[in-house]
Structure formats: C-alpha cells, structure tokens
C-alpha cells in the first residue's frame, strides 16, 4: 500500500519543513509518530514525523535537543549502572556499545525507544505508551538503512537521507506496529 | 501490607529544584559517593524536564520508566515537584506500588516531622526506619520464591 507518490516525497533536511502527514483516518493505524536518525557527530540524518499534534520547538532546536538529551541520558545510565563497579567520570565522551545504554523510556505520552548501531548511528522512534518492546523494529529499520542508504552509491555519509526507497520501506514496515493492550 | 516486590538497587529523592536530599543503596555493585550521586540526581532532574518538552502531544509530566540493559529506573513525581526513583533489575514488577509506598511514608515522617526543613536532605530516623522495613520485606518475598 502506498500512502504517498514516490517523486513529491523527500526526506527532511534539518532546515526544511516536515514531510507532508498521512491523509486523515490513514495515520492512527500506523503506530509510530516521530523517527530521528543521527550520526555519531549528532547531525540529524532523517527526522520523519506521521502523528505530531504538538511541537514545542522549530526542527533545529529540537533536533539539537534530542540529540543533548540522548548523550546525556547515556552517560547518565553508564554512570548509575549498579551492576558494574569501575565506572569512568560522568561527562566523558562514551564510545558506541560502551558502559550500559537505554534502550527505551516512557512517559505518560509517549515512548521513546533508542537503538545505537556500533558505528554511532543513532535510531530514534517514538510510540504511543503502550507499545511493546521496539528493539526488533529498531533493527529492522537499521537494516533498511544499510539496504537503501549505505548501499546508494549516490548517498555521502554525514549528508541528510534522501532515498526514496528507504522511504517507501520504512513507511510499509512502520504501518504494522501496533499498540500492545 | 502483602507485597511481593523485587529488590532494589537503590533510591533517590530529589527535591523540586532538582537537589538531591535522600539517597539509599540496597547493596548494588555500583554503589556511589556523594558528589556523584548528587551530580546524577541534578542530570536526572534535567533530563525528566527536558523529555516534557520533546513530547509529540500535550500534557506530558516527564519519565516514568527507563528500560536500560542491566536495570530499570522508575521514576515517581509528586504533585509538588518531589520526585523519587528507584533503580532496580530489569523487568522488576510493582515498582510503581513501591514508590507511592515510599511516597506515603515521606509524608508521614518526613513532612509531619516539624524539624524538618523543606527542601533540605532527609535526616528522620522514623522515616529511614520504616523505609528499611518496607524494603526488608521486599528482600524477604524474593528469596522466598
């Protein structure tokens, strides 16, 4: 099923407006809301938004705050981490896979669920509450990554995605996660 | 009270401005000194803000729950700003229950206690009595299943 023709829909550029939202009665289905992908050096690769009545900030702030309060929230978890005892000094910069990582977290409206591959790349979705455990979703859309992005030898590494395939793939997988009752 | 709960890690409390003014550890490896249990209540405080702001619909109050590989944080926020949060193992249930337990015996012994500054760390007797009981009996319901 195809909710948007191929050659109008572009992947957001930090500057550039969102992508247009699904036609009424089509999002609800689909239960992600927001998607950001960042690389290591917190340049915001792709930001696609289907359900986002509210939007405190304009798109840089916010990317720019996600991005904060992710490097925080690790080292955060590294640091507090009470199974291991030989903890590094809050505040230093943490290799990807290093010291213990989050991989989601929920508020009373909305989950936020986190994947970092080992090369930084940093998957961002976020759900309704009541989603179940995301982390194979996340994989999923990682794979679809490497698949349509790393792959396109027109696409430069650190340059905001613009590939239509990954979209199309990403839109058909995201339509099938549920709310768990 | 029949409670069958898991241990904990640990609890904070952190006052409405982001303070820590109780901090507990119930025998984790990662046991901290004060400084840096106090430099994570603060990024805790500002984190669990910052995440209100990031959220796509109205009405959010912040972080109830983080899932991280080896633990879980839940996190309880009163009416007043207080916010308390333990650190237990992943998948612990009844952890929400726990912390409005913790809550109850804040208000009963803590701020009925006229010696008790607002805003300062926690120094009632009472309070860190009946808190090592309820987690006691926590302890108690684990290793006997």
Redesign the interface.
């Known amino acids: 099923m195809q909710f948007f023709s191929g050659s109008s829909l572009t992947s957001v550029a930090p500057e550039a407006t969102p992508a247009p939202a699904a036609p009424p009665g089509t999002a609800t289905g689909a239960n992600a ?2 998607l950001y992908v960042f690389n290591r050096n917190g340049v915001c690769l792709l930001y696609r ?1 289907w ?4 939007r ?2 304009d798109a840089t702030q ?1 990317q720019k ?2 991005f ?2 992710l490097y ?2 690790r ?3 590294a ?7 030989e ?1 590094g000094n ?1 505040g230093v910069p943490l290799l990807p896979g290093q010291g ?11 989950k ?1 669920n986190f994947m970092e591959s080992p090369s930084g790349i940093k998957l961002i979705l ?1 759900t309704h509450p009541r989603t179940g455990d995301q982390r194979d979703s996340l994989k999923h859309i990682y794979n679809l990554y490497v698949e349509y992005v790393v792959k396109n030898p027109l696409y430069a590494p650190g340059a905001p995605i613009k590939c239509e395939l990954f979209n199309k793939h990403l839109d058909q997988m995201l339509w099938n996660v549920c709310v768990d009752t | 009270m029949n409670m069958a709960l898991a241990a904990i890690y640990s609890l904070f409390i952190i006052n409405k401005s982001g303070g820590l003014i109780y901090y507990k550890d119930y025998g984790s490896a990662g046991r901290m000194d004060t400084n840096d249990s106090l430099r994570l209540a603060s990024l805790w405080h500002s984190m669990h803000a910052i995440s209100q702001q990031l959220s796509p619909t109205h009405g959010c109050t912040g972080i109830d729950l983080l899932q991280a590989h080896n633990f879980d944080l839940h996190c309880f926020q009163s009416l007043t700003g207080t916010k308390f949060f333990v650190v237990c193992e992943t998948g612990a249930p009844n952890m929400e229950i726990l912390l409005k337990v913790i809550y109850e015996l804040y208000t009963d012994f803590v701020l009925k206690n006229p010696f008790y500054e607002m805003e300062m760390p926690i120094r009632c007797e009472l309070f860190d009595l009946n808190l090592s009981q309820v987690i006691q009996k926590d302890r108690v319901a684990l290793l006997g299943r």
Do not use: W
């Not at chain 1, 359900?51 to 509210?54: E, N, V």
């Not at chain 1, 640091?79 to 005892?85: G, M, N, R, V, W």
């Open positions: 809301q927001v938004e359900h986002r009545p509210l405190t900030l916010d705050l996600m904060g309060l925080s929230l080292s955060f978890t640091k507090i981490d009470p199974t291991t005892a903890k809050l213990c990582s989050f991989y989601s977290f929920k508020t009373n409206t909305y936020l976020i």
